[in-house]
């Protein structure tokens, strides 16, 4: 009998797209999901035809967080034995443009995991919130880091410390969310984001997006030296020729990826 598949995973065109798939538990992030989504993004970024990968929830719930019931009874050294909160920061590690789809509760490890996406296309009905101090625990999976970072810190101070949920229309106004839609067009939206970075040179979307990650934690004088290089290195691709022949010549860019 093979393995339930706690998540689905389908390509459209040059866009990967992983479905979380555990509607029972509100796609609670227990560790056989974890697994599956990080192997899913491993081999997306793996492909050279997949240019974008959109992770999704479902309308209800993107993610209710970390699976509680996993870890309820773990001491703290069989906590720090379990790779698999380590084995998250591969999502934000991986070099192609990842989407969160967001709609209904995005809490705990679910909020950690939207945030761990590039960006990030809400639903009307999406609920952020990092709740843990309600369970005795802090985020684990980031969120302490990445909504500072996000939403600086006061907010994020508050949010935290009283585990308060907030609305994808707060998370839009303090700078979290990309978008927010109509509850039935978030999963097109996200994907119709990805189609539109999936058809740039993939070699100089993979340089900016490198160059923006590291602008969040090094000083300017190096985030500018690192751009700088970047930019520079991109002279030797096939994709900067075209691009610069192409608007030369008043004509529509043929990117092949090189
Ligand atoms: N872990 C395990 N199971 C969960 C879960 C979670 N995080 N969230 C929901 N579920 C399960 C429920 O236990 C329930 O299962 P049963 O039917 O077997 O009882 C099922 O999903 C449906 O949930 P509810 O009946 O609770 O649904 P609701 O609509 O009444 O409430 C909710 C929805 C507000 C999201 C509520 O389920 C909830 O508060 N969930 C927990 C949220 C949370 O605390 N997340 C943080 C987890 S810790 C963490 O993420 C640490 C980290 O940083 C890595």
Redesign the pocket.
Known sequence: MSAKKEILVETDGPVGVITLNRP???N?LNHALMEQLIAAVEDFEAAPPIRAIVIAGSERAFA??????EMDQATPAQMKADPH?SRWDRLGKCSKPTIAAVSG?A???GC?LAMACDMIVASESAVFGQ??I??G?I???G?TQRLTRAIGKSRAMELVLTGRRFTAREAHAWGLVNRVVPVEAFLTEAKKLAQEIAAKPPIAVSAAKDAINKALDVDLDTGLSLERQLFYSLFDTQDQKEGMKAFIEKREPRFVGK
Not at 64 to 69: E, L, P, T
């Open positions: 029972e538990a509100l609670a209710a967080g970390a699976d509680i019931k909160l509760f809490l705990g490890g950690e709740p843990e309600l369970i625990v985020p684990g999976a969120g």
